[in-house]
T-cell receptor, first 112, second 113 residues
Framework: GEDVEQSLFLSVREGDSSVINCTYT??????LYWYKQEPGAGLQLLTY?????DMKQDQRLTVLLNKKDKHLSLRIADTQTGDSAIYFC????????????FGQGTTLQVKP | GAGVSQTPSNKVTEKGKYVELRCDPI?????LYWYRQSLGQGPEFLIY????????DSGLPNDRFFAVRPEGSVSTLKIQRTERGDSAVYLC???????????FGSGTRLTVV
């Protein structure tokens, strides 16, 4: 079945780059998403990538997709303390109902 | 409206009671989704509406859970005979087409005591 896996925790220093990784199982995924969740808040869409792309850059965010290995990563350049949050990877899979399958989230801690 | 609105933001109820959670999607969004997020987990899909009909309810955990969207906009998630295990944040999202451009609400935190 569909499954999305993420590492649970990442700690970086302010100003460094952060790389959050995700693996998924559904080879027919069409879109892959990254969401950010701050404490007590809803999910904020950060960026997404179509499955026919290898890379997408959006300001400080770079998404890399390795479709062969079903591996997705999110790189945050010049990480700031305001980037501290939980980051979720999600796939829009083979179902045509648009449901997203989420990973369990990676907590990013940014130390000053 | 400007975003997806969910009410109430917090709900505390006693075990065995009935609760209703409301979602007001972005105007014009025909697709509406309910998800449940337990502590330390990612959101899990519950049900999807396209217009007024439930196109996919495969995520509803059992028959105590039911959702409606009678006029194709506002949706209500209904939980009967609540159990402590139902405690979670219930998230609603809408989009103008399935799988694309989801916007999530801030969620309703349900606590069953």
């Amino acid at each position: 079945g569909e499954d999305v896996e993420q590492s649970l925790f990442l700690s970086v220093r302010e100003g460094d780059s952060s790389v959050i990784n995700c693996t998924y199982t559904d080879s027919s995924s069409t879109y892959l998403y990254w969401y950010k969740q701050e404490p007590g808040a809803g999910l904020q869409l950060l960026t997404y990538i179509f499955s026919n792309m290898d890379m997408k850059q959006d300001q400080r965010l770079t998404v890399l997709l390795n479709k062969k290995d079903k591996h997705l990563s999110l790189r945050i350049a010049d990480t700031q303390t305001g980037d501290s949050a939980i980051y979720f990877c999600a796939e829009f899979g083979s179902s045509n109902t648009g449901k997203l399958i989420f990973g369990q989230g990676t907590t990013l801690q940014v130390k000053p | 409206g400007a975003g997806v609105s969910q009410t109430p933001s917090n709900k505390v109820t006693e075990k065995g009671k009935y609760v209703e959670l409301r979602c007001d999607p972005i105007s014009g969004h025909t697709a509406l989704y309910w998800y449940r997020q337990s502590l330390g987990q990612g959101p899990e899909f519950l049900i999807y509406f396209q217009g007024t009909g439930a196109a996919d309810d495969s995520g509803l955990p059992n028959d105590r859970f039911f959702a409606v969207r009678p006029e194709g906009s506002v949706s209500t998630l209904k939980i009967q005979r609540t159990e402590r295990g139902d405690s979670a944040v219930y998230l609603c999202a809408s989009s103008y087409r399935p799988g694309y451009g989801y916007t999530f609400g801030s969620g309703t935190r349900l606590t069953v005591v």
